[in-house]
């Protein structure tokens, strides 16, 4: 069963940045639309951002302007650079294809926003 690796999460002050980074099967990569989601420790899962396969990204209203989505294709790796993070940006982040199938959910990574 083949499962995207995400990586690059950690513990930041509100204001900082960080950039994630997922790791996608080639044959995946080049004909999915990709996506990151967030998982909050309360609430639903939120669809953060996505990209299409020639790099239309569009985004959540509440991170326009302070998230960046990007794929690599000499990598098959997808970004999301995230920047003025705030104390509500706290979940763990995962990446998958727009719509997300089940078999392709990893394990996350964890950003938390603390003051």
């Not at 994630?20 to 990151?36: K, Q, R």
């Not at 990209?51 to 999301?80: C, M, P, Q, W």
Request: one cysteine or more; a negative charge; proline letters at 4%.
């Amino acid at each position: 069963q083949v499962r995207l690796v995400e990586s690059g999460g950690g513990l930041v002050h509100p204001g900082e940045s960080l950039r994630l980074s997922c790791e996608v099967p080639e044959n995946v990569f080049n004909i999915y639309h990709m996506a990151w989601y967030r998982q909050p420790s309360v609430g639903q899962l939120e669809l953060v951002a996505d990209i299409s396969t020639t790099g239309v990204a569009d985004y959540v209203e509440s991170v326009k302007g302070r998230f960046t989505i990007s794929r690599d294709v000499t990598k098959n790796t997808v970004y999301l650079q995230m920047s003025s993070l705030r104390p509500d940006d706290t979940a763990v982040y995962y990446c998958n294809v727009l719509p997300a199938l089940r078999q392709y959910w990893g394990q996350g990574t964890q950003v938390t926003v603390y003051s």
